[in-house]
């Protein structure tokens, strides 16, 4: 089984995918993880170094690499499912489930800790929330994309695995 998890940043991707991997019996995988142990740089240096386009084609090159094995649970950066057809090779490969977190949730998440996300990192707090709100509504179509759609904050973690199961 391949489970992909997507949503925007700050959605709890990495917290509840270990959770839902440890309790699945899956591998669990964080996609920006990967990106750093094959590149030896952190995410923030691939941003100044190579800016978001130069990222997003690491980022597709260790998801096409990690979609030739299986029984993982693979935490997606806010944006991979937006670029190129990466939504469909997920899709087609596994299942994708979309943590729908509301926008407010999401701006009170990342303003505690927008140091260490490049893109938000010299934002003020009006500018953080008009970030939030033109990335969601310029990803929602691809996250709507995803097989399973979940709001983590009113869904326990044993439904969500019930949902994966008989997807």
């Not at 990192?121 to 994309?145: A, M, P, T």
Request: with cysteine; proline share 2%.
């Amino acid at each position: 089984m391949r489970v992909f998890l997507i949503g925007f940043m700050g959605a709890g991707k990495t917290t509840l995918g270990k959770e839902i991997a440890k309790k699945m019996n899956l591998r669990f995988l964080d996609l920006d993880r990967m990106i750093v142990n094959d590149q030896g740089r952190t995410i923030n240096q691939i941003f100044e170094e190579e800016g978001e386009k130069g990222f997003r084609k690491m980022e597709r090159k260790v998801l096409e690499k990690t979609l030739e094995s299986d029984n993982y649970l693979l935490a997606c950066g806010g944006g991979t499912p937006c670029y190129k057809d990466n939504m469909e090779q997920m899709n087609a490969k596994g299942v994708s489930l979309f943590l729908d977190i509301p926008e407010e949730e999401l701006v009170r998440r990342l303003s505690r800790n927008q140091a260490s996300r490049p893109l938000l990192r010299n934002l003020d707090r009006q500018e953080l929330i008009e970030y939030i709100h033109n990335k969601l509504e310029k990803r929602q179509e691809c996250y709507r994309k995803s097989k399973i759609w979940i709001n983590p904050l009113s869904t326990s973690v044993d439904t969500i695995i019930m949902s994966l199961r008989y997807s």
